[in-house]
């Protein structure tokens, strides 16, 4: 009774990355942190955020490219990972316009009309 067995334990493996990559993607990830800091310094009035939104989406492209493995997966995971990050800007977005529009509140202290 001998069993023959042709299964490969090989299958299912992800993409294998070298330790590199993830080092490189990780002193990114430090100094974008850090430029957002220096950022936050800087008085850049309206476009404070702007910039500030631009660099936590680079940061949060490389996570999901590198350490969520994005950058390796078939296009079928590329639609299900786009449809999210779609609908985050399109709320983004409505905030960004409806921002300027913002009038601010009257003082406590004002007098009635």
Same mark, same amino acid.
């Given at each position: 009774?001998?069993?023959?067995?042709?299964?490969?334990?090989?299958? +299912?493996?992800?993409? !294998? $990355?070298? /330790?590199?990559?993830?080092?490189?993607?990780? =002193?990114? #990830? @430090?100094? &974008?942190?850090?430029?957002?800091?220096?950022?936050?310094?800087?008085?850049? +009035?309206?476009?404070? !955020? $702007?910039? /500030?939104?631009?660099?936590?989406?680079?940061? =949060?492209? #490389? @996570?999901? &490219?590198?350490?969520?493995?994005?950058?390796?997966?078939?296009?079928?995971?590329?639609?299900?990972?786009?449809?999210?990050?779609?609908?985050?800007?399109?709320?983004?977005?409505?905030?960004?316009?409806?921002?300027?529009?913002?009038?601010?509140?009257?003082?406590?202290?004002?007098?009635?009309?």
């Amino acid at each position: 009774m001998s069993h023959s067995h042709s299964d490969s334990h090989g299958q +299912g493996l992800g993409h !294998i $990355v070298p /330790a590199s990559i993830f080092k490189k993607v990780f =002193a990114t #990830l @430090v100094f &974008l942190t850090i430029v957002t800091v220096a950022v936050s310094l800087v008085d850049l +009035g309206s476009m404070n !955020i $702007v910039v /500030a939104m631009l660099v936590a989406s680079c940061k =949060a492209l #490389l @996570v999901a &490219l590198f350490f969520m493995h994005l950058k390796y997966e078939n296009p079928l995971t590329w639609v299900y990972a786009f449809f999210p990050i779609l609908l985050l800007a399109t709320l983004l977005g409505g905030v960004f316009i409806d921002n300027p529009m913002r009038h601010a509140p009257a003082p406590l202290s004002a007098p009635a009309k």
